[in-house]
């Protein structure tokens, strides 16, 4: 890839991206294919997913067997350079340090940021779901429908490749024919859940993952996503015919070489770049974007990390995707004498309404799942089943003490052993040492289930994220420091989740650890599940949001906010298949607004 | 399975490992105080950073145990895991003690937890065998030492002055476990058979299907 050294790019762009994930990379891929010169900035290093991803390396060719370090939060083989929940240097405080008043912030700092170890989970927002203030009086409506925003979807499913189904099932959209991948087939656990959750009227049925079960079809996608641009659609089949199909092994956590999976390095970046309108610097820090006295962007200042120097870029137009909370930091750090309270900030609401994706889990352990002969079960490098919101009316009937759902994903298999896969035989087994703990380790291997709840927050005033008044990093840039406090609706739902996967667990013959009745205990942290999104969010009146339905920022039209920031509300589907769709549709928005001349 | 599949050692490492394995903890005149001679304090190395060398995959610590220490680590963790036949070896066979060394030197806090609790196990177990029988926990026959270990293998109910022993134990197993299971023939051994690359996914072949009760796969 070529990537620029600080200091010797062009003297100007159409459009500077901040950030190189899933929201910029979407967003540097529609606008260079259409032949938009755009630069790039990354705060991490380069990173190679071909040359760098440890695909068949086992736990035993790591340090301490690849366990999680503070080295490594998830592990030693997650692809995660430089970065987790710390980052040395690179500080975030809390408000609040009274148990679950923290909000714990996921960074990596690495080229494509957290696309790379991403669990690849793809779901569509569903009507309901852009529209809940008008459903429930909760929260905010965005600015716009499922219909409009459909169309987007469709282009990202197809460029990325997803696998799945179409279900029919109530606010879970279908896909058009023909876009989905077929889903893998479901393991022992997973078909045993489908059985018993069945019982349940509780549907079991195919994930949707970035994942690609079979090659993508390089003849027709290209010529549908790129109808009067030939030039982009051989460049994308020439990506596309480089992407293999998954081989069903090794975990997707770690990226994938043979790009099988959805990753801005090996799906948005490759092509962007060849089109040669695209050049990209990394270990470019974003200190602030710097304005006119009229108010518009004029571009970004930058720390080029390598020499500690600052560099300033200029651009028509600058889009933030350094992911919600970097993103809402630099516009804090962008004050000017029009934008005294933070740039994009005129509403007050920068910063505020940040939300996290309701998370609990409950383990089981499956007698019927014991001593089952060997067979190969990594499959797609993580779920292939899932279970979508399935209580739509009785919530609407009033039946339940929360408001919004969640669905639920499912661990356990017959996965790679880890150092901690056996801890607890001698509880499970009675056995204490011996050839009889050979046995035990046999038949308890791949018999226990995890389940995970991932839920919808109601966003509300007591999480939001502002400027620390003393604490700088160490380029000298003011932090980000963070409130946060779930409400009664969500430890309702959490109690809920735990109370679904005991009777899931309990109907599979299987047993379960202790409930938290109150959904306090079993709640994760604020940031935990790593959906943070939210703090510039959408609306329909500049008054009441930061951007309009484009992700364009009221208060600067030349600044667009195409991460997860824009968000107004967080569904339970995990958001970055909707962060891309808006991507991609707020970047159609520059380029005809460029052509209109309006920017 | 070959010893090319398990890893290497350092230099090192198989220095200390056949002293150990040649039993050279002669001249003490505690017997198996030996094995105590590091202090239990904190290691304060370096760890691999926030960006390793995932394909490399070096541990930059140095090893910490002394031969006597990793010849009591053999002898417990093969009297846990111990040899049945070539495809279900012994854990010393699969280096587990090199692992339990790699461990308790690691700079983190969990691991650093664990070495105060094996480090402090090592001197009970000692004392417990002098105790009991006037020799060292790895001179002891197996009738001995099963004795012994049978008093703090099942930690909920072992008697309350065996409980720092107990809690030991179930921290050394633990990590004899780890370490075995997660060697090339410890996965094989538990029934692991995947990380290789199929053609096709074809879910759980009919015998599991069947013991499943389920007639036909859903999709």
């Given at each position: 890839m070529p990537h620029l050294t600080a200091g010797k790019s062009k003297p100007d762009y159409d459009v500077i991206v901040v950030g190189s994930g899933a929201a910029g990379g979407q967003t540097a891929y529609t606008l260079a294919m259409d032949g938009v010169k755009v630069l790039m900035l990354e705060a991490g290093r380069n990173y190679d997913p071909i040359a760098e991803t440890p695909m068949f390396n086992t736990h035993e060719h790591a340090p301490l067997r690849a366990v999680p370090t503070p080295d490594k939060p998830l592990g030693y083989f997650d692809a995660t350079v430089n970065g987790g929940w710390q980052i040395p240097g690179e500080p975030y405080t809390n408000a609040s340090s009274l148990p679950g008043r923290e909000f714990k912030w996921w960074r990596p700092r690495m080229l494509g940021g957290r696309t790379n170890h991403w669990g690849r989970i793809a779901l569509r927002n569903g009507p309901y779901d852009f529209k809940p203030y008008s459903r429930d009086g909760l929260g905010f409506d965005w600015p716009m429908t499922y219909e409009e925003i459909a169309p987007y979807y469709d282009k990202v499913e197809s460029l990325i490749g997803v696998y799945g189904t179409n279900e029919n099932m109530e606010n879970t959209p279908n896909?058009?024919?023909?876009?989905?991948l077929r889903p893998p087939k479901a393991r022992a656990s997973e078909l045993l859940m489908h059985k018993a959750a069945g019982r349940l009227g509780i549907p079991v049925v195919p994930v949707h993952r970035a994942v690609l079960s079979e090659r993508l079809n390089s003849k027709k996608i290209p010529q549908w996503l790129h109808p009067h641009n030939p030039k982009a659609a051989t460049i994308l089949a020439a990506e596309m015919d480089r992407?293999?199909?998954?081989?069903w092994a090794t975990p997707c956590n770690r990226g994938c070489s043979i790009k099988a999976t959805y990753q801005s390095t090996t799906v948005h970046l490759p092509p962007a770049l060849a089109t040669g309108n695209l050049d990209i610097i990394t270990d470019a820090m974003v200190r602030s974007v710097s304005v006119d006295a009229n108010g518009r962007a004029t571009g970004v200042n930058f720390i080029d990390k390598s020499t500690g120097q600052d560099y300033i870029i200029k651009g028509r137009i600058v889009v933030l995707a350094a992911g919600a909370m970097e993103s809402v930091r630099i516009l804090?750090?962008?004050?000017?004498?029009?934008h005294g309270a933070g740039l994009g900030n005129s509403s007050g609401l920068l910063g505020k309404y940040i939300m996290d994706t309701v998370g609990a889990e409950l383990r089981g352990k499956i007698p019927a799942l014991e001593n089952l002969p060997p067979h190969n079960e990594d499959g797609a490098g993580g779920a292939?089943?899932?279970?979508?919101?399935?209580?739509?009316q009785e919530q609407a009937a009033g039946k339940l003490d929360f408001p919004r759902g969640y669905h639920i994903e499912t661990a356990g298999s017959r996965r790679e052993p880890t150092v901690g896969t056996f801890e607890n035989l001698e509880r499970l087994s009675g056995v204490g040492y011996g050839r009889r703990l050979k046995e035990e380790a046999r038949r308890y291997y791949g018999s226990t289930v995890a389940y995970g709840g991932r839920g919808e927050m109601i966003p509300n005033q007591n999480c939001f994220t502002e400027l620390d008044p003393q604490v700088r990093d160490r380029w000298g840039i003011p932090v980000l420091r963070f409130h946060w406090q779930w409400s009664e609706y969500e430890f309702r739902q959490a109690a809920h989740m735990q109370r679904t996967f005991a009777e899931i667990i309990t109907t599979m013959g299987g047993s379960h650890g202790n409930l938290d009745p109150t959904g306090k205990e079993a709640i994760e942290d604020g940031g935990r599940v790593i959906h943070e999104v939210g703090g510039a969010i959408m609306g329909a009146d500049p008054k009441k949001s930061v951007?309009?339905?484009h992700s364009q920022c009221w208060d600067a039209p030349n600044i667009y906010i195409t991460d997860g920031a824009s968000f107004c509300s967080n569904s339970d589907k995990n958001p970055t298949l909707t962060i891309?769709?808006?991507?991609?549709?707020?970047?159609?928005?520059m380029i005809a607004e460029m052509k209109k001349g309006n920017l | 399975m070959n010893i090319e599949a398990v890893p290497r050692m350092s230099r090192r490492d198989a220095m200390k490992w056949i002293m150990a394995a040649t039993g050279t903890a002669a001249f003490l005149s505690y017997r198996g105080l030996e094995a105590n001679s590091i202090p239990a304090g904190e290691r304060t190395g370096k760890g691999y950073g926030l960006d390793p060398n995932l394909l490399e995959g070096k541990v930059p610590w140095e090893r910490t145990l002394n031969a006597a220490q990793l010849k009591l680590t053999a002898v417990l963790a093969d009297i846990i895991l111990p040899h049945v036949d070539s495809t279900?070896?012994?854990?010393?066979?699969?280096?587990?003690?090199?692992f339990i060394d790699e461990w308790i030197s690691a700079p983190y806090p969990n691991q650093q937890r664990d070495r105060k609790i094996i480090l402090n196990g090592f001197v009970w177990i000692d004392k417990e065998s002098n105790r009991r029988y006037g020799k060292s926990f790895v001179e002891l026959n197996e009738t001995e030492a099963c004795a012994i270990c049978d008093g703090i293998c099942h930690s909920s109910v072992a008697a309350p002055e065996l409980a720092e022993g107990a809690r030991f134990f179930t921290a050394f197993r633990g990590l004899t476990l780890g370490g075995y299971y997660t060697t090339a023939i410890g996965m094989q051994d538990a029934g692991y058979v995947g990380n290789v690359p199929l053609v096709s996914f074809e879910g759980p072949p009919p015998e599991v299907l069947k013991r499943l009760g389920i007639e036909r796969a859903p999709w």
């Open positions: 896909s058009p024919e023909g876009v989905l992407r293999l199909a998954c081989f804090l750090n962008s004050r000017s004498a029009r292939h089943v899932y279970v979508p919101w399935w209580l739509y951007t309009n339905s891309m769709a808006l991507a991609w549709r707020a970047a159609d928005h | 279900s070896p012994s854990a010393s066979a699969v280096h587990v003690p090199d």
